[in-house]
Nanobody, 119 residues
Framework: QVQLVESGGGLVQAGGSLRLSCAAS????????MGWYRQAPGKERELVAT???????YYANSVKGRFTISRDNVKNTLYLQMNSLKPEDTAMYYC?????????????WGQGTQVTVSS
């Protein structure tokens, strides 16, 4: 089993920045790809970004050029650097981890951290 704990969310003005962290523990040897999802009230869950164990990345078009996903394998921590934040980025952000290269259905989920962007 893998446990994921997010942190770093908060309230920020439009144009500002936040850095989300996701600390992984447990059977971390089983993790291949990790990523971030977000879900706003009344909206469906959206895949934001993923990163493989080999640092291959994916970004949703809505965040490309503004967000950067990275991982520190020594610290077993996933990061999401969010710059130029917009009100539409407001959502609960969830860390996720999968056992395989594909990321269709992640095997592990964090509890979420709230990001609120004011205009």
């Amino acid at each position: 089993q893998v446990q994921l704990v997010e942190s770093g969310g908060g309230l920020v003005q439009a144009g500002g920045s936040l850095r989300l962290s996701c600390a992984a523990s447990g059977s971390i040897f089983s993790i291949d790809r990790m990523g971030w999802y977000r879900q706003a009230p009344g909206k469906e869950r959206e895949l934001v970004a993923t990163i493989s164990s080999g640092d291959s990345t994916y970004y949703a078009n809505s965040v490309k050029g503004r967000f950067t996903i990275s991982r520190d394998n020594v610290k077993n921590t996933l990061y999401l650097q969010m710059n130029s934040l917009k009100p539409e980025d407001t959502a609960m952000y969830y860390c996720a981890a999968g056992r395989r290269r594909v990321f269709t259905n992640p095997d592990y989920w964090g509890q979420g951290t709230q990001v609120t962007v004011s205009s």
